[in-house]
């Protein structure tokens, strides 16, 4: 049974964006799935959901045109409205890239486009909506495992999402009066098609990523879907400016 609480997934046209996306309906919530073009991808979240007897709809936004935003924000009041709601209860930050490569490969654009997505992105979508989040609402921003521990060739991603961090313990300090929590959530090796799918469909990479967690075996998107919408209930709703890592045990 829906709650009439809505949120917003980005990313939600695939992958763990759509995990959490069917996760979050699962838990009663109605569902806003964005995607940057995919829009085929965004239509196949929202029917997987509504074929349950939730209620889903997509909309387009890309992370990185910050310029776009005000507009964005105009097309998520008039489905709100469609919903016949004004606020929207919780914010996914899910959108994000990584790009992968030792110190001397990484090249300006490689740079900017993950900073740009991951970090730039995130701290303006936040800005833009936080007018339109409902006071006592959540934000869930994305972060990785590798915020903790070391991988080579994945500096400026790791750098990345430990900002993605930090940006969300501040949040939680400059929204707490409002009653909205922010929270990182930070998976580890997850079986979805980021960064093409490897640890997906690389049978090798899963076996040896999954020797080096304390349940022996990468994640699956399921998983952390779930995770993420534990941590936008109710029985969550005393944690705020956490880094939460769902990941198996990853190098304990």
Do not use: C
Not at 13 to 32: C, D, E, P, S
Not at 122 to 137: S, T
Not at 206 to 217: N, S
């Amino acid at each position: 049974m829906e709650s009439g609480r809505i949120a917003l997934v980005t990313g939600g046209n695939r992958g763990l964006g759509r995990a959490t996306a069917q996760a979050l309906a699962r838990h009663g919530l109605r569902v806003i799935a964005t995607h940057r073009g995919d829009s085929q991808g965004a239509e196949e979240t929202v029917e997987d959901i509504r074929r349950t007897g939730a209620s889903a709809a997509a909309l387009r936004l890309d992370i990185r045109d910050v310029a776009s935003f005000p507009a964005f924000v105009s097309q998520l009041t008039a489905q709100l409205e469609r919903w016949e709601a004004s606020r929207l209860d919780v914010l996914v930050n899910n959108a994000g890239i990584g790009l992968f490569g030792p110190l001397e490969a990484v090249t300006v654009d490689d740079y900017d486009v993950m900073m740009d997505t991951n970090v730039r992105g995130a701290f303006f979508l936040v800005q833009a909506l936080a007018p339109v989040l409902a006071d006592g609402g959540r934000i869930i921003n994305i972060s990785s495992s590798l915020s903790r521990h070391t991988s080579a060739g994945t500096s400026v991603y790791s750098a990345s999402k430990a900002a993605v961090e930090a940006l969300s313990r501040t949040w939680a300090v400059e929204l707490g009066a409002r009653g909205i929590r922010v929270n990182a959530v930070a998976p580890g090796p997850t079986a979805t098609d980021f960064n093409g799918g490897a640890m997906r469909d690389d049978a090798q990479m899963r076996e040896g990523l999954g020797a080096q967690t304390a349940l022996g075996r990468v994640g699956e998107p399921h998983e952390i879907g779930d995770a993420i919408a534990a941590l936008a209930s109710e029985d969550l709703r005393w944690v705020t400016g956490q880094r939460i890592e769902v990941s198996g045990g990853a190098l304990l």
